[in-house]
């Protein structure tokens, strides 16, 4: 018996082999002997080595020796600096905000993205993937032939939604070879699943076979997509996701000529802008196209897609990095073909979102693929990356072959004398007709430590404000993404709000620096049923006002928010965020209905302030004269001065105004 030792990365296989996950081990499939991992003096076995000073963004590198200088210039504010892949150097330190930045500061930058200690900078994984991409072979012709699918799936938790998608590719007429890539080390795929697959001519291919051949560092589920791939034997594939099913045939998609010119078709998600995405830790420009890839369903020509089907390879080989700054293999092809600017074929934008399922069409808008993301085909309770709504599958008649689908999951509980799952209730019945449901109101604000003085005060109006009419009150402390001016914090707040909260129908934002002065007037009556965002007009060169805002509870609302906040060319502008949502205001004018009314309804300047308004904004003052003002509203309800242009002190808040502040 060979005594092993205490490691980490080593992994049962079969008597005798084992698996070695480490990234120090290349020798791909990593399938080693007892003797070889006895005998290993890797670092791997070792404790691990207690965790340097965490550098908070990927782009930043070692500490810079000018920092012995600037201690010896000016030791009491000298701040440490280090290099920056992008910016030559920046420092870590939070920035006072009330002074002019002089230095770049992570804390404060666009590009901040936060990484692990131990983990390369952005500025190293770009050389490694422009090092690889030089290095791409020409294609080879040879090694490629004709048109398949591939599927990338197996184990319990996969199989049946699998069943399904075979089947139903048979169903529609489609005749293509189908090969069903799985790992083997994890017993994905026994022979009595193989022959239920072989009965539809189904080919089942062992990855980690390949990978003998094919080396790979990393290959797991998100990884094994691109995997099998780019080492399939067909030279154009439709590629599926187990839990994409087509609902006519898919191969006409072949012949379509914007595929043939450009070499591959990719469908869009249900979000048009995907800031998880973070286009800086790939080393590549953000090219602002609107519709985020979805790659349940792909249709690629090897021939064209040669060098960016690589490159996408690269990034999942190297997915211990690259995952951290997108979602799975997902985001690394719309990098990737970005990254070598080639054309690609995606015929909408957006993809609809039907009960539990993202139906993709084809470039005629009639059904093409449902793939089934939040209600597996199962017949166990498993986990899965995407949340299940229920334990085990429910009918929906909403979705295309709904019925076919069902059958072809009870035919496989039968074959392997499982349990088919109920159907449970039919999901979208007709409702029975109901009286409509009162709308729900929310108020949101946020303000930051270095204006807790202020902010402390002004949200208290809002929460008895909120309490008295029945509303919910959202007040924030923080901001939301440390990169930005807290300003930008809005979007995501009152984003994030709707999303988790799709009960309430509208939300009203109000910054900081505004306070509530009238609060006898309802919420109700100061939206537009017609309207989807209400907000005032400004009286700067920007057409609106974002310091209060009416904002409904939709898709085209929070469409609009996400593009805003992917403005980025707006970070640094004087007035924030307000010209970013400005122009994606315009920009989604086919599908959001604006209406832009007069500041006096509910975003009084403070010089123009009249009794009975129901909103005071303190815009454009310093801060000492917003705290005095709001201080003498909220604690003492004393006077709120302000100075003509002769420079003398008056009084535009009368008594009546001050105790309709004070009751609230």
Avoid at 215 to 233: C, I, M
């Amino acid at each position: 018996m060979i005594s092993l030792p205490v490691c980490r990365w080593r992994c049962n296989l079969v008597d005798g082999q084992y698996i070695c996950t480490s990234a120090k081990y290349c020798g791909s499939p990593n399938v080693i002997a007892a003797r070889f991992c006895a005998d290993c003096g890797c670092a791997d076995h070792e404790p691990p080595a207690p965790l340097p000073h965490a550098m908070p963004c990927v782009h930043l590198g070692v500490l810079l020796r000018e920092n012995g200088r600037r201690r010896q210039a000016n030791a009491e504010s000298a701040q440490q600096h280090f290099a920056c892949a992008l910016f030559g150097s920046c420092r870590t330190e939070a920035p006072d905000q009330r002074l002019p930045a002089e230095d770049r500061s992570c804390q404060t930058c666009a590009d901040y993205l936060a990484r692990d200690p131990f983990g390369p900078d952005s500025a190293t994984m770009r050389n490694r993937a422009e090092e690889f991409l030089a290095a791409i072979p020409e294609y080879p012709a040879e090694r490629y032939r004709g048109r398949g699918i591939v599927i990338a799936a197996g184990g319990d938790r996969f199989f049946p939604s699998l069943y399904v998608t075979v089947r139903a590719l048979r169903h529609v007429g489609c005749r293509l070879p189908v090969q069903v890539w799985y790992l083997g080390r994890h017993d994905e795929m026994p022979e009595k699943r193989q022959k239920l697959l072989a009965t539809y001519g189904v080919e089942c291919i062992d990855a980690d076979r390949v990978r003998r051949r094919h080396p790979a560092r990393r290959l797991d589920g998100w990884e094994l997509k691109v995997f099998a791939t780019l080492h399939s034997p067909f030279e154009e594939i439709l590629f599926l996701d187990a839990d994409s099913y087509p609902c006519r045939n898919p191969e006409f998609l072949f012949e379509q000529k914007d595929y043939q010119a450009r070499g591959a078709i990719f469908w869009p998600d249900v979000l048009t802008i995907d800031d998880r995405l973070k286009w800086p830790a790939f080393g590549v420009a953000d090219p602002r196209r609107l519709g985020s890839i979805e790659s349940g369903q792909f249709v690629i020509d090897k021939r064209l897609s040669w060098r960016p089907l690589n490159l996408a390879w690269f990034y999942n080989d190297h997915s211990d990095y690259y995952y951290r700054y997108c979602h799975g293999d997902k985001h690394t092809f719309e990098v990737a073909w970005t990254r070598c600017g080639r054309p690609f074929v995606m015929w909408h934008p957006q993809a609809p979102w039907i009960d539990v399922a993202i139906v993709q069409s084809g470039p005629d808008r009639i059904p093409l693929f449902v793939h089934r993301c939040r209600d597996k085909f199962r017949l166990d309770d498993h986990d899965y990356t995407t949340p299940q709504y229920r334990a085990l599958p429910t009918y929906h008649s909403s979705l295309p072959m709904e019925e076919e689908c069902w059958g072809w999951l009870t035919e496989l509980a039968r074959l392997m004398r499982r349990k088919p799952p109920s159907r449970g209730a039919v999901e979208h019945v007709k409702p029975r007709k109901t009286r409509a449901r009162k709308a729900q109101f929310a108020i949101a604000t946020l303000y930051t430590p270095e204006i807790a003085d202020l902010g402390a005060r002004t949200s208290q109006v809002i929460a008895r404000y909120a309490a008295r009419h029945g509303y919910q009150a959202l007040i924030a402390e923080e901001s939301l993404d440390a990169a930005r001016h807290p300003a930008w914090s809005k979007l995501l707040l009152t984003e994030q709000f709707l999303v988790n909260h799709p009960s309430c129908t509208w939300l009203m934002w109000i910054d900081a620096d505004a306070v509530i002065m009238n609060p006898t007037q309802r919420l109700e009556h100061l939206v537009d049923e017609n309207a989807d965002f209400v907000v005032a007009q400004d009286r700067s060169a920007c057409s609106i006002n974002t310091g209060v805002f009416f904002l409904r509870n939709c898709a085209a609302a929070l469409n609009m928010l996400r593009l805003a906040y992917s403005k980025v060319q707006y970070l640094h502008h004087a007035c924030w965020e307000q010209p970013a949502v400005a122009d994606a205001m315009s920009e989604c004018s086919d599908t959001l209905r604006t209406r832009i009314v007069s500041r006096r309804l509910f975003n009084s300047f403070f010089d123009e302030y009249e009794p009975g308004d129901f909103v005071l904004h303190f815009a454009g003052c310093n801060h000492e004269m917003k705290l005095a003002s709001v201080r003498s509203i909220v604690d003492s309800a004393g006077p709120v001065t302000k100075r003509s242009p002769g420079g003398a002190a008056r009084n535009p808040t009368p008594r009546s105004g001050r105790d309709r502040a004070r009751r609230c």
